[in-house]
């Protein structure tokens, strides 16, 4: 079973559109990244959140970490073509040094 | 100041031949961890290495080994290839600091096996 389950898994919207992605978990994480990866390339990371119910915001982007820690999520406002790309949330195996990453959230912004 | 480097960018292998690849670490950065990622699936966990020593290794097979030197650079060898072992093999480099576990990713190595 997958330990980070994301949310849709692929998303087709057009330019302008709001959006939210979903990285939920049934253990408790000590604290999640969110990456984006564009094919061919490596993860870059977006963000870290680490106290529950945290919001954090980078530019058009919110992300949100659940009060419980298990789950988190993606916001982007007023998408563009420029926000394409596979989404991932990841974080460490709880009690162990294991990073794990979800199954990923595959977004194509059309103009 | 250089992110984490990869080498080298492409390789091409047959089954059963030997592969070496290697990662510089961002400059401040003691842990690498390696990851192998197959084409539409996220990264898989390979090993952590810290301190010169394997620390966490995930589910992979024995043909997958590692080195860390004191340079804090590292290294992934793959015996034995498969053609399975075709993919995107990626390295980070992280300060784990308490919670805080944020891994930096380099550019990747494609390894296709013949």
């Known amino acids: 079973t997958q330990l980070l389950e994301q949310s849709p898994q692929f998303l087709s919207i057009q330019e302008g559109e709001n959006l939210t992605v979903y990285c939920n978990s049934s253990?408790?994480?000590?604290?999640l990244q969110w990456y984006r990866q564009e094919p061919g390339e490596g993860p870059v990371l977006l963000v870290t959140?680490?106290?529950?119910?945290e919001v954090k915001k980078l530019k058009r982007l919110t992300f949100q970490f659940g009060d419980a820690r298990k789950d988190s999520s993606l916001h982007i406002t007023a998408a563009q073509p420029g926000d394409t790309g596979l989404y991932l949330c990841a974080g460490p195996r709880p009690g162990t040094y294991k990073y794990i990453f979800g199954t990923g959230t595959r977004l194509k912004v059309l103009a | 100041d250089a992110g984490v480097t990869q080498s080298p960018t492409h390789l091409i292998k047959t089954r059963g031949q030997q592969v070496t690849l290697r990662c510089s670490p961002k400059?401040?950065?003691?842990?690498v961890s390696w990851y192998q990622q197959a084409l539409g699936q996220g990264p898989q966990f390979i090993f952590q290495y810290y301190e010169e020593e394997e620390r966490q290794r995930g589910n992979f097979p024995d043909r997958f080994s590692g080195h860390q030197f004191p340079n804090y650079s590292s290294e992934l060898n793959v015996n034995a290839l498969l053609l399975g072992d075709s993919a995107l093999y990626l390295c980070?480099?992280?300060?784990?600091?308490?919670?805080?576990?944020?891994?930096?990713f380099g550019p990747g190595t494609r390894l296709t096996v013949l």
């Open positions: 959140v680490v106290t529950g119910g």
């Open positions: 400059s401040g950065h003691d842990t």
């Open positions: 980070a480099s992280s300060f784990i600091a308490g919670d805080i576990n944020e891994q930096f």
């Open positions: 253990s408790v994480f000590s604290s």
